[in-house]
């Protein structure tokens, strides 16, 4: 469920990285506001999650 999340956060967000990616993996649901200027991010706002234990391998996105 985080893959294509991940994938539009990292195409407008050069800082978002690979543990960016591991942490919202276990915080579904995750919302977040973006904020745009023409195609530019301007700002990122995380709305609300529920954090979840990390969970590795045993994750359920990769059952």
Same mark, same amino acid.
């Given at each position: 469920?985080? @893959?294509? #999340?991940?994938?539009?956060?990292?195409? &407008?967000?050069? *800082?978002?990285?690979? %543990?960016?990616? @591991? @942490? +919202? +993996?276990?915080?579904?649901? &995750?919302?977040? %506001? #973006?904020?745009? !200027?023409? %195609?530019t #991010?301007? *700002? /990122?706002?995380?709305?609300?999650?529920? %954090?979840?234990?990390?969970?590795? /391998? !045993? @994750?359920?996105? #990769?059952?």
């Open positions: 469920m985080g @893959r294509p #999340l991940g994938t539009i956060l990292d195409f &407008y967000d050069p *800082a978002f990285g690979c %543990e960016d990616f @591991r @942490r +919202i +993996i276990d915080w579904m649901p &995750y919302v977040v %506001e #973006l904020d745009f !200027n023409g %195609e #991010l301007c *700002a /990122k706002k995380e709305l609300c999650h529920i %954090e979840k234990e990390f969970k590795g /391998k !045993n @994750r359920a996105d #990769l059952t």
